[in-house]
């Protein structure tokens, strides 16, 4: 068995698992600030049982993303030891900061977050709140930017080392704000955290429709669902702006990726059409069943429909495979889409004051929250099997950076082990939020 496929399939559910978690942790944690900045504002006893049901979300959601998290730093040491040697003045750099300036910040304020209500004044709890939101950000920010440099390589230099192993070549960081600014970093920071924010707020509209359902706690599921509805639909439009901007940013440093996200295998001798649909077919390199606009890749890209954009033929050998990036992206898109039309009906329903009669259009807002999950998955995963075959792109190859004399069943081993562990440490997140869920949020007497 392949050391190499098994390694990637191994970090890559480990990964895929986690990223369940700090996305949602971050969107919540922006509506806890809103939703307490409210109830100092107004002292609506409704806010303050909704920031508290919150909170107990946000804290489990923490708790299991902090617990699937530190499998991956292992993997670094064990399975790409050759990565971890060649990038860790650059990538060690930027997990560093995270901890210091995100993870101590975040896990420091929430206990005064969780625990503080009664044992401190209210505006010190707000300000728990807020660092606790800040810091789930920055751990964004610097996790973000050494993802990124991996993409766009900036500020380093590569140098001869010794070793064990004799002379090797190693990234040494020689600019670190280069690092941070790398030219990808920024735009896929703002990607991330709109897609965050749009999971937090579909999340709470999922749950908030599944009360007004069933007519328990209407006051404080009107409150959750209505910001997170005009904010879901205020990101929903702006990651479309954020996703032009990424698409842009990868047509000048990764041209091979965005040829396989768009399934071009061939450069047109005009412009280039936009795949709408389309069956990849790697055998003969072309695309099955396609319905396509004509020039409009090219036009999104070079702002011209007559330029061609370059396709796999300019890049061989060293091509990234079509059908996983070229899916996962067009079914993100597709969902980009989906969301934009339901909350832009949603709102239009609000405005008309009809959405909380709308039983139907409510079941949909319970069950759409899986959308999310989906697109913050299949964006990560079409952005990094589209770099294939760099590990580091155009500087180390996925195959060149696994650990030595690491054995296929050593790794088939750990796989086994962890799926079994994921598989419960899931089952108590699902249990957990289905007794908070139920339990609902404290009761206030009120008119609603």
Same mark, same amino acid.
Request: aromatic share 14%; proline share 4%.
């Given at each position: 068995?392949? $050391?190499?496929? /098994?390694?990637?399939?191994?970090?890559?559910?480990?990964?895929?698992?986690?990223?369940?978690?700090?996305?949602?942790?971050?969107?919540?944690?922006?509506?806890?600030?809103?939703?307490?900045?409210?109830? /100092?504002?107004?002292?609506?006893?409704?806010?303050?049982?909704?920031?508290?049901?919150?909170?107990?979300?946000?804290?489990?959601?923490?708790?299991?993303?902090?617990?699937?998290?530190?499998?991956?730093?292992?993997?670094?040491?064990?399975?790409?030891?050759?990565?971890?040697?060649? $990038?860790?003045? $650059?990538?060690?750099?930027?997990? &560093?900061?995270?901890?210091?300036?995100?993870?101590?910040?975040?896990?420091?304020?929430?206990? /005064?977050?969780?625990?503080?209500?009664?044992?401190?004044?209210?505006?010190?709890?707000?300000?728990?709140?807020?660092? $606790?939101?800040?810091?789930?950000?920055?751990?964004?920010?610097?996790?973000?930017?050494?993802?990124?440099?991996?993409?766009?390589?900036?500020?380093?230099?590569?140098?001869?080392?010794?070793?064990?192993?004799?002379?090797?070549?190693?990234?040494?960081?020689?600019?670190?704000?280069?690092?941070?600014?790398?030219?990808? &970093?920024?735009?896929?920071?703002?990607?991330?955290?709109?897609?965050?924010?749009?999971?937090?707020?579909?999340?709470?509209?999922?749950?908030?429709?599944?009360?007004?359902? @069933?007519?328990?706690?209407?006051?404080?599921?009107?409150?959750?669902?209505?910001?997170?509805?005009?904010?879901?639909?205020?990101?929903?439009?702006?990651?479309?702006?954020?996703?032009?901007?990424?698409?842009?940013?990868? #047509?000048?440093?990764?041209?091979?990726?965005?040829?396989?996200?768009?399934?071009?295998?061939?450069?047109?001798?005009? %412009?280039?059409?936009?795949?709408?649909? %389309?069956?990849?077919?790697?055998?003969? @390199?072309?695309?099955?069943?396609?319905?396509?606009?004509?020039?409009?890749?090219?036009?999104?890209?070079?702002?011209?429909?007559? @330029?061609?954009?370059?396709?796999?033929?300019?890049?061989?050998?060293?091509?990234?495979?079509?059908?996983?990036?070229?899916?996962?992206?067009?079914?993100?898109?597709?969902?980009?889409?989906?969301?934009?039309?339901?909350?832009?009906?949603?709102?239009?329903?609000?405005?008309?004051?009809?959405?909380?009669?709308?039983?139907?259009?409510?079941?949909?807002?319970?069950?759409?929250?899986?959308?999310?999950?989906?697109?913050?998955?299949?964006?990560?995963?079409?952005?990094?099997?589209?770099?294939?075959?760099?590990?580091?792109?155009?500087?180390?190859?996925?195959?060149?950076?696994?650990?030595?004399?690491? &054995?296929?069943?050593?790794?088939?081993?750990?796989?086994?082990?962890?799926?079994?562990?994921?598989?419960?440490?899931?089952?108590?997140?699902?249990?957990? /939020?289905?007794?908070?869920?139920?339990? #609902?949020?404290?009761?206030?007497?009120?008119?609603?």
């Amino acid at each position: 068995m392949d $050391v190499v496929l /098994l390694s990637r399939i191994q970090f890559a559910l480990t990964i895929m698992f986690h990223y369940l978690f700090p996305p949602l942790t971050i969107g919540l944690g922006i509506f806890l600030v809103y939703l307490e900045g409210r109830y /100092l504002k107004t002292r609506d006893p409704q806010y303050e049982a909704a920031t508290k049901f919150w909170v107990r979300i946000f804290a489990l959601n923490f708790a299991i993303g902090v617990a699937s998290g530190i499998v991956m730093e292992f993997q670094f040491g064990t399975n790409w030891a050759v990565y971890s040697r060649y $990038v860790g003045d $650059v990538f060690g750099a930027a997990l &560093a900061a995270e901890g210091i300036f995100a993870f101590f910040l975040e896990s420091g304020f929430l206990a /005064l977050l969780v625990f503080g209500w009664d044992k401190v004044s209210p505006k010190v709890h707000f300000f728990s709140t807020i660092m $606790v939101s800040l810091g789930s950000i920055f751990s964004a920010i610097w996790i973000i930017v050494a993802i990124s440099w991996q993409q766009t390589p900036a500020g380093f230099a590569i140098r001869d080392v010794e070793s064990p192993a004799g002379v090797v070549q190693r990234a040494e960081l020689t600019d670190f704000w280069k690092v941070v600014f790398n030219p990808s &970093a920024m735009d896929r920071l703002a990607h991330v955290l709109i897609g965050a924010l749009i999971l937090g707020a579909f999340f709470i509209m999922s749950v908030s429709a599944y009360y007004l359902l @069933k007519n328990r706690h209407t006051g404080f599921a009107k409150r959750s669902f209505v910001p997170a509805l005009v904010v879901s639909a205020i990101a929903s439009l702006v990651i479309v702006y954020s996703g032009d901007r990424q698409g842009k940013i990868v #047509g000048e440093y990764q041209p091979a990726k965005l040829a396989a996200m768009e399934g071009v295998y061939e450069t047109a001798e005009t %412009g280039t059409p936009m795949l709408l649909f %389309g069956i990849p077919d790697s055998e003969t @390199k072309t695309m099955q069943y396609k319905v396509e606009v004509p020039g409009l890749l090219s036009l999104l890209v070079h702002g011209d429909s007559s @330029k061609p954009v370059a396709g796999l033929d300019r890049f061989e050998p060293d091509v990234p495979p079509v059908a996983i990036p070229f899916v996962t992206f067009h079914i993100m898109v597709g969902l980009g889409m989906y969301f934009i039309v339901l909350t832009l009906y949603g709102l239009w329903c609000y405005k008309k004051g009809s959405l909380f009669q709308k039983k139907w259009l409510l079941w949909v807002f319970v069950f759409s929250v899986v959308g999310p999950f989906i697109a913050n998955q299949f964006g990560w995963i079409a952005a990094e099997v589209g770099r294939q075959p760099w590990i580091v792109y155009n500087l180390l190859k996925t195959g060149d950076a696994v650990s030595k004399g690491l &054995a296929a069943s050593s790794v088939v081993g750990s796989i086994v082990m962890f799926g079994v562990i994921y598989i419960m440490l899931f089952a108590v997140w699902i249990y957990l /939020l289905n007794e908070k869920i139920k339990k #609902g949020p404290e009761s206030v007497s009120t008119s609603e």
